[in-house]
């Protein structure tokens, strides 16, 4: 599975010295993409691509020395795909971020994302009712962001764009789709601390 590959690069440090809190939150993201295997139920049939968005919720663990690994759950794409067109688009991911340990107000972020897209629905040249496939691809990116500090506030605001990557394939599909995603989302993170 390439979800926890980074995860399992960085926790041991992480174990050994924990002296930062965990961090949770919830993720407002939006962008677009060029997706010439999926439905986007937001464009026309044999559109490849079009807008995207998601709420998502995270958790963020402490890996020492300005590191941490952040993990990202999609949760209003999958419930809405599910509940209105009967498809499924998930695409958990991690992220190894690396920030500015400075003491300035608004620091910077950067980091590596890894992750997995699994969908079941038809491809893009049909209608949300046309013939449904499963396929799945590893979700290849990075992050870059400024992460606005709010000392004795309830939460820290945190700005950033995802840049990403997804060669996906059909599974157990006769008619073996295959394809590549390419897109980016503006995330707007509100960051609430485990203390």
């Keep these: 599975m390439v979800l ?3 995860a399992l690069v960085a926790l041991p440090g992480a ?3 924990l002296p930062e809190p965990y961090v949770f939150g919830f993720k407002i993201r939006a962008g677009g993409r060029y997706d010439n ?3 986007c139920v937001a464009s026309s049939p044999g559109t490849p691509g079009g807008p995207a968005a998601d709420v998502s919720a995270f958790v963020e663990l402490p890996a020492g020395d300005g590191k941490a690994v952040h993990v990202d759950l999609p949760v209003m794409r999958p419930i809405l795909f599910a509940t209105a067109f009967h498809m499924l688009q998930f695409e958990p991911s991690v992220t190894l971020k690396f920030r500015d340990t400075s003491d300035a107000s608004v620091g910077w972020v950067l ?3 890894l992750g997995l897209s699994l969908h079941y629905g038809p491809d893009y040249r049909s209608d949300t009712d046309g013939t449904k496939f499963f396929a799945l691809g590893p979700i290849i990116g990075g992050y870059a ?3 606005f500090r709010r000392p004795g506030r309830t939460f820290n605001f945190e ?3 995802t840049p990403y990557a997804i060669p996906l394939f059909g599974v157990s599909d006769p008619a073996a789709h295959r394809g590549i995603v390419i897109g ?3 995330d707007a993170g509100f960051r609430f601390s485990g203390e």
């Design 4 to 6: 926890p590959a980074l």
């Design 15 to 17: 174990a050994a010295d």
């Design 37 to 39: 295997v999926r439905r």
């Design 111 to 113: 980091g590596p994302t």
């Design 145 to 147: 962001g400024l992460d």
């Design 159 to 161: 700005l950033g764009v």
């Design 184 to 186: 980016g989302l503006l």
